[in-house]
Structures are given as structure tokens and as C-alpha cells.
């Protein structure tokens, strides 16, 4: 893919925080890491709108739809919203992968890889 998926952070308080993305192909699934909180969930945005199970374990979160539905090319806004405890003064966003329906990665330009509040 010659197109980028661009990504960022949204409103981002002392337990929660907002991941946006916006695309311009259809998205399979997503996986990436949170350095610097520790993660008790996620939920909403695109990836609920796209029938979603998301994920959190240690400091991976992963999504992907079990009857293989996408978020459609062309979505712009939260992709989901984070929930976590004891952040430090900075979060950062590592290791993003994204895939389209079938399973090839998509390059992704993660704007402002970390956030200070």
C-alpha cells in the first residue's frame, strides 16, 4: 500500500485516553503497544462501530473482528478509547501494526508517538 493509515492521540487525561486514526483503505485489525500506563481496558470508537472485540493485556492492545468485518476506507475519528491506571508523565505508542482484511500490513505514520499531561 502506498497510502498511509495516520494515527494519533485524542483527549488524554489521568486514566483515559483517546487513539484516532484515520484511513484511507479498510483496516482487518490492529495491534499496538502503551508504554508508560498500566492498561485495564479499551472500548468505543471505530473499532466498536466495526463489531471489534479489543483487547488489553500487559502493554499490548489488540483488535480485530472474529466475523471478519473491517473499518471501512475512508473512517476518520477514535478508533478506541483506552483506559489505564498509574500513568507516568509520558505515554507512548510503540510496535503499531495494521492490517487490511487480508492480513498485509499497512504503513501507518503514528503522529506524536508520545504525549506529556
Same mark, same amino acid.
Given at each position: ?24 483503505? *479498510? ?85 506524536? *508517538?508520545?504525549?506529556?499531561?
Amino acid at each position: 500500500y502506498t497510502q498511509e493509515v495516520q494515527m494519533n492521540f485524542g483527549s488524554v487525561n489521568d486514566n483515559s485516553a483517546e487513539i484516532t486514526m484515520t484511513t484511507p483503505v *479498510d483496516v482487518g485489525g490492529f495491534q499496538f503497544d502503551v508504554v508508560g500506563a498500566n492498561l485495564s481496558g479499551a472500548s468505543g470508537g471505530l473499532a466498536q462501530d466495526a463489531g471489534f472485540t479489543v483487547s488489553t493485556g500487559g502493554e499490548t492492545v489488540l483488535g480485530f473482528s472474529f466475523t471478519g468485518s473491517v473499518i471501512p476506507a475512508g473512517s476518520s475519528g477514535v478508533l478506541t478509547n483506552l483506559s489505564y491506571t498509574n500513568p507516568t508523565s509520558e505515554i507512548c505508542i510503540t510496535d503499531v501494526v495494521l492490517a487490511d482484511p487480508d492480513a498485509i500490513s499497512l504503513n501507518v505514520d503514528f503522529i506524536g *508517538d508520545c504525549i506529556e499531561y
